[in-house]
């Protein structure tokens, strides 16, 4: 049995196969060409590495800020070789790290700063109390230094009652009745003789 193709059957199939290779060509030559360089990310990685460096990182956390400097490295060498998402990679993996390195550092300084503060006020409060060792009066161990005392009411007499009633002006902070008094009768002297 002998199958009769049409004439236009065979170059029809090529062609269809030939469209179909050429355009997965295409396709994967798109896909590696369509990753631009990451320049942004490379840009943005190095102004970290060197804000870690200048913040002191090279002290206070010197390990995390070579893992930052090495990856750099790395990822300068994919831009090198045209490898941008490999560099892409390396370059956040270089910026993470130099925002680890930068952190630890200011933290690093802030506690120096503390310590240097503490042995101040220590070396203070040492020298005050050498001052004071030669005080004729003593200093009562019961007093604090911010401790304050109100001194005692001199007048206990309590107001009068039924009357208006304010404050007088003088030292004394006793009480002044503002009703009019009646007068006192006054002693009459005694003519009696002489006893």
């Given amino acids: 049995?002998?199958?009769?193709?049409?004439?236009?059957a065979l170059p029809t199939g090529r062609r269809r196969l030939a469209?179909?290779?050429l355009g997965l060509v295409f396709a994967t030559l798109a896909g590696c060409a369509s990753t631009p360089p990451p320049n942004g990310s490379m840009n943005e990685a190095l102004a970290q590495f060197q804000a870690a460096r200048d913040a002191g990182a090279a002290d206070y956390a010197p390990v995390d800020l070579d893992y930052a400097q090495?990856?750099?490295?790395?990822?300068?060498?994919?831009?090198?070789?045209?490898?941008?998402?490999?560099?892409?990679?390396?370059?956040?993996?270089?910026?993470?790290?130099?925002?680890?390195?930068?952190?630890?550092?200011?933290?690093g300084a802030a506690r120096a700063?503390?310590?240097?503060?503490?042995?101040?006020?220590?070396?203070?409060?040492?020298?005050?109390?050498?001052?004071?060792?030669?005080?004729?009066?003593?200093?009562?161990?019961?007093?604090?230094?911010?401790?304050?005392?109100?001194p005692e009411a001199q007048d206990t007499t309590p107001p009068p009652v039924g009357g208006e009633t304010q404050?007088?002006?003088?030292?004394?902070?006793?009480?002044?009745?503002?009703?009019?008094?009646?007068?006192?009768?006054?002693?009459q002297p005694n003519n009696q003789g002489g006893q």
């Fill in 70 to 107: 090495s990856k750099l490295r790395q990822a300068q060498s994919a831009m090198a070789s045209k490898k941008y998402d490999d560099a892409a990679v390396l370059a956040d993996e270089s910026r993470a790290d130099s925002e680890l390195a930068r952190a630890k550092a200011r933290l």
């Fill in 167 to 187: 404050p007088l002006n003088d030292s004394q902070g006793g009480w002044q009745n503002t009703q009019p008094q009646q007068p006192q009768p006054q002693p």
């Fill in 19 to 21: 469209t179909a290779a």
């Fill in 113 to 150: 700063q503390n310590s240097a503060k503490s042995k101040e006020n220590s070396r203070m409060r040492v020298e005050m109390i050498d001052n004071h060792a030669n005080d004729t009066v003593p200093i009562p161990n019961n007093v604090q230094e911010s401790e304050t005392t109100l």
């Fill in 1 to 8: 049995m002998v199958h009769n193709l049409p004439s236009n």
